[in-house]
C-alpha cells in the first residue's frame, strides 16, 4: 500500500455563482489551484514536493490533511479517504502544515505533552525538545514570545510525536537558521531510517537535493516531473560537466564519439566534456586519462535549482499561451 494516493485531485478556489443586484446570476472565474493530480508516495520514501510560489503544494497539502476538500478527485493517505476525518489516521500523522497556530499562553514543553496525550504516545518531551533543539530554558516558556525558528523548532516536534507513519510537513525549514536546516535534514533521514515516510514542500532545493528520494515539481496547478534527481537529470539531458586539467591535450574525437557525449570543448589545458547522462562522465574521464595525464578535475553534476528552473520555466512556457484559470460552472443564464 502506498503511503499516500492521489487521483485526479483537484481544487478551484472561488468557483462561485454570483448575483447581480437585478438578481441575475453572472459569470465567476475560480483559480484552479491543483489541476487533475495524480501522484503516489511509497511508503519509506523521503519525497520533497517542490514547485514556485502559487504552484499548488499548499493547497495539496491541506488537502492531504483534510484541511480542505478537494473540489473533484480523490486522495488516501495511509489507505484512508482524506475526506472521512479518521481518527485512527490522525494518530499515525507527524503535520506541520502552512501557517501553525500555537497556543500563546502555553509553554513549548506543554505543547509537546498536550501532543503525547492526544496521540497517546509515551515520548518523553525533553527529549524530543532536545531533538529538535529548542533550548530547555525557552521550552519552559511561553510560545507566545517565541522567534519564528523557535516556533518552527516547536512545530516540528510537535509533528514528531508518536513515532508517525507518515510526516507531512509543509515547508518545515521555514524560518530555520542553517543549524535548524542541517538538523532538519537529520532528523528526516532518521525518521526514513526507521521506516517512516516523509512528504515536505520546501524552497530549499539545496537540502531537497540531499535528503530527498525523488521529488516532484508542480508548476501552476500540475506535476511537471517527478523522479530521483539523477533521473530527472537525464531525462531533461542536463547531465554532468567534467572540466579536466590535462598535461597535453590529445585528439579529442574518441571522446566526442562516446554515447552521452554531447560536446566536448578545450581552453588552453582545460577539456570540458558536457555528457547527458550522469553516468557517463566517469566513462569520459578514464578514456581522457588513457590519451594524456589528468592533473585535475572538477565534476558537475546539474544542481536540483537547475533541473527546477529548466522544468518550471518549461512550464511557464505553455502557461502563457493557457493560463491556469477556469471559467466558473454554471455561468450566465
Ligand atoms: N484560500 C484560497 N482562496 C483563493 N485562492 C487560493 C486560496 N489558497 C490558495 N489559493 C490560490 O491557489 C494557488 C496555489 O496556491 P498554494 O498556496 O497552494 O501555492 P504554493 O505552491 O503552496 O505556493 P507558496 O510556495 O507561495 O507557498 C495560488 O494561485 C493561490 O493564490
Given at each position: 500500500?502506498?503511503?499516500?494516493?492521489t487521483?485526479?485531485?483537484t481544487?478551484?478556489f472561488?468557483?462561485?455563482k454570483r448575483?447581480?443586484?437585478l438578481?441575475r446570476?453572472t459569470?465567476?472565474?475560480g483559480?484552479l489551484?491543483?489541476?487533475?493530480?495524480?501522484?503516489?508516495?511509497d511508503d519509506?520514501?523521503?519525497?520533497?514536493?517542490?514547485?514556485?510560489?502559487?504552484?499548488g503544494?499548499?493547497?495539496?497539502?491541506n488537502?492531504?490533511?483534510?484541511?480542505?476538500h478537494?473540489?473533484?478527485?480523490?486522495?488516501?493517505v495511509?489507505?484512508h479517504?482524506?475526506?472521512?476525518?479518521?481518527?485512527?489516521?490522525?494518530?499515525?500523522?507527524?503535520l506541520?502544515?502552512?501557517?501553525?497556530?500555537?497556543y500563546e499562553n502555553?509553554?513549548?514543553?506543554?505543547?509537546?505533552?498536550s501532543a503525547?496525550e492526544t496521540?497517546?504516545?509515551d515520548d518523553?518531551?525533553d527529549?524530543i525538545?532536545?531533538r529538535?533543539?529548542?533550548d530547555?530554558?525557552?521550552?519552559?516558556?511561553?510560545?507566545?514570545?517565541?522567534?519564528k525558528g523557535?516556533a518552527?523548532?516547536?512545530?516540528?516536534?510537535?509533528?514528531?510525536?508518536?513515532e508517525p507513519?507518515l510526516?507531512?510537513?509543509?515547508?518545515?525549514?521555514s524560518?530555520?537558521?542553517?543549524?535548524?536546516?542541517?538538523l532538519?535534514?537529520?532528523?528526516?533521514?532518521?525518521e526514513?531510517?526507521?521506516?517512516?515516510?516523509?512528504?515536505?514542500?520546501?524552497?530549499?532545493?539545496g537540502?531537497?537535493?540531499k535528503?530527498?528520494?525523488?521529488?516532484?515539481?508542480?508548476?501552476?496547478g500540475?506535476m511537471?516531473?517527478v523522479?530521483?534527481?539523477?533521473d530527472?537529470?537525464?531525462?531533461?539531458?542536463t547531465g554532468?560537466?567534467?572540466?579536466?586539467?590535462?598535461?597535453d591535450?590529445?585528439?579529442?574525437?574518441?571522446?566526442?564519439?562516446l554515447?552521452a557525449?554531447?560536446e566536448?570543448?578545450v581552453?588552453?589545458?582545460?577539456?570540458?566534456?558536457t555528457?547527458d547522462?550522469?553516468?557517463?562522465?566517469?566513462?569520459?574521464?578514464?578514456?581522457l586519462?588513457?590519451a594524456?595525464?589528468?592533473?585535475?578535475?572538477?565534476?558537475?553534476?546539474?544542481?536540483?535549482?537547475?533541473l527546477?528552473e529548466e522544468?518550471?520555466?518549461?512550464?511557464?512556457?505553455t502557461?502563457?499561451?493557457?493560463?491556469?484559470?477556469?471559467?466558473?460552472?454554471?455561468?450566465?443564464?
Amino acid at each position: 500500500m502506498p503511503a499516500l494516493q492521489t487521483t485526479a485531485l483537484t481544487k478551484t478556489f472561488g468557483e462561485r455563482k454570483r448575483f447581480s443586484p437585478l438578481g441575475r446570476r453572472t459569470q465567476s472565474d475560480g483559480v484552479l489551484a491543483v489541476d487533475d493530480l495524480d501522484l503516489t508516495v511509497d511508503d519509506g520514501e523521503v519525497f520533497g514536493f517542490l514547485g514556485p510560489n502559487g504552484a499548488g503544494k499548499s493547497t495539496t497539502i491541506n488537502m492531504l490533511l483534510g484541511f480542505i476538500h478537494p473540489t473533484s478527485g480523490s486522495a488516501e493517505v495511509l489507505g484512508h479517504d482524506v475526506t472521512e476525518n479518521s481518527t485512527a489516521l490522525r494518530s499515525r500523522l507527524g503535520l506541520l502544515p502552512e501557517g501553525f497556530d500555537l497556543y500563546e499562553n502555553l509553554t513549548g514543553r506543554e505543547h509537546v505533552q498536550s501532543a503525547i496525550e492526544t496521540k497517546g504516545a509515551d515520548d518523553d518531551p525533553d527529549a524530543i525538545i532536545d531533538r529538535v533543539g529548542l533550548d530547555p530554558e525557552d521550552a519552559r516558556r511561553a510560545a507566545g514570545g517565541y522567534s519564528k525558528g523557535m516556533a518552527q523548532r516547536l512545530a516540528l516536534g510537535i509533528a514528531l510525536v508518536g513515532e508517525p507513519d507518515l510526516l507531512l510537513l509543509d515547508e518545515p525549514s521555514s524560518g530555520l537558521d542553517p543549524k535548524g536546516i542541517k538538523l532538519l535534514r537529520t532528523i528526516v533521514r532518521e525518521e526514513a531510517d526507521r521506516g517512516a515516510t516523509v512528504f515536505f514542500s520546501s524552497h530549499a532545493l539545496g537540502q531537497v537535493q540531499k535528503v530527498c528520494d525523488r521529488v516532484g515539481i508542480m508548476a501552476d496547478g500540475e506535476m511537471v516531473a517527478v523522479d530521483a534527481i539523477d533521473d530527472l537529470r537525464e531525462q531533461l539531458g542536463t547531465g554532468a560537466v567534467v572540466e579536466a586539467t590535462v598535461a597535453d591535450v590529445p585528439d579529442l574525437d574518441p571522446l566526442r564519439a562516446l554515447d552521452a557525449v554531447r560536446e566536448v570543448s578545450v581552453a588552453d589545458d582545460v577539456v570540458r566534456i558536457t555528457c547527458d547522462a550522469p553516468e557517463t562522465k566517469m566513462t569520459a574521464l578514464r578514456r581522457l586519462d588513457d590519451a594524456t595525464t589528468v592533473n585535475d578535475v572538477a565534476i558537475e553534476d546539474a544542481s536540483l535549482e537547475a533541473l527546477f528552473e529548466e522544468y518550471t520555466s518549461q512550464e511557464a512556457a505553455t502557461a502563457d499561451a493557457e493560463p491556469a484559470v477556469v471559467p466558473a460552472t454554471g455561468g450566465d443564464d
